[in-house]
């Protein structure tokens, strides 16, 4: 649970931030270290499916297939408890001694790291909800895609201005700070811009929002391929997600009277 403490600070700096927009040309590409990677991924709660020693249940795909075990990583604890409410509807005896585990996205990529010289490869798959994965498609076919499922765990963010030169994602800033968030969950965004929308009311509307993969962002962050400025990059946890963090924290002492 170490791996959230940090986002109380987070949630701070998105709620009393500054809004604009940063334009394209002024991002950087430059691969983050694992350290950078880990500090940027500690924040994000995720729920995975566990046995008794915390290893995770793993799938293996048909022989036939050429194609490495994976293991579900669940953006949402509701769904991790209903995925295994059905597994012990279906199959008791494996799913006796099994159960959700929370833990954070730093240490999904921390595990990855260990086992990526392994072999067969152990092949982490996040799970988003069907509500953001309906959104995220609902948007890409609105823009000329024609997709029958979202291929991915969506990311939503915003970009606001006239032109592909003014054209730009929108950040929040405190200080000299600056960060372009990254929500999980549309409804989040939507709030944003409403919040925009009062601050800067020309140039918010023009702005949209637009969907990006979340394996996308995070092959980015180690390969330096990807037009997103990584070091400002800030994932903001869903909803649910924050009220799961809000549980971890350790509730005030209350203050003790005065001695008369």
């Known amino acids: 649970m170490k791996s959230f403490i940090r986002w109380s600070t987070n949630l701070g700096l ?7 927009a940063m334009l394209l040309n002024t991002l950087s590409v430059v691969a983050l270290t694992p350290e950078q990677i880990t ?55 494996l799913a006796k001694n099994l159960q959700v585990r929370p833990l954070s996205m730093a240490e999904v990529y921390d595990l990855k790291l260990k086992n990526k010289d392994k072999q067969p490869q152990l092949d982490f798959v996040y799970i988003p909800t069907r509500k953001q994965s309906e959104s995220a498609l609902a948007i890409v076919n609105t823009a000329g895609a024609k997709l029958t499922f979202f291929p991915g765990t969506p990311l939503f963010v915003a970009r606001a201005g006239s032109g592909d030169k003014d054209n730009g994602l929108l950040t929040i800033q405190q200080g000299n700070e600056t960060a372009i968030p990254m929500f999980f969950e549309k409804e989040q965004l939507q709030t944003f811009l409403d919040r925009f929308k009062t601050s800067q009311p020309d140039l918010a ?16 962050m180690q390969n330096s391929k990807k037009d997103t400025s990584l070091e400002q990059l800030m994932l903001i946890p869903n909803t649910e997600a924050i009220q799961f963090l809000q549980t971890l924290r350790p509730a005030t002492a209350p203050t003790a009277a005065p001695t008369k």
């Open 205 to 220: 509307k023009t702005a949209d929002i637009q969907v990006l993969l979340l394996e996308n962002i995070l092959d980015a």
């Open 39 to 93: 500090q940027k991924l500690g924040p994000i709660p995720v729920f995975t499916v566990t046995d008794n020693q915390g290893a995770p249940l793993v799938s293996n795909p048909p022989k036939e297939q050429k194609a490495n075990p994976i293991a579900r990583v669940f953006l949402s604890q509701k769904d991790a408890q209903e995925f295994l409410a059905l597994l012990k509807a279906e199959k008791p005896d």
């Open 14 to 20: 998105a709620s009393g931030a500054l809004l604009g």
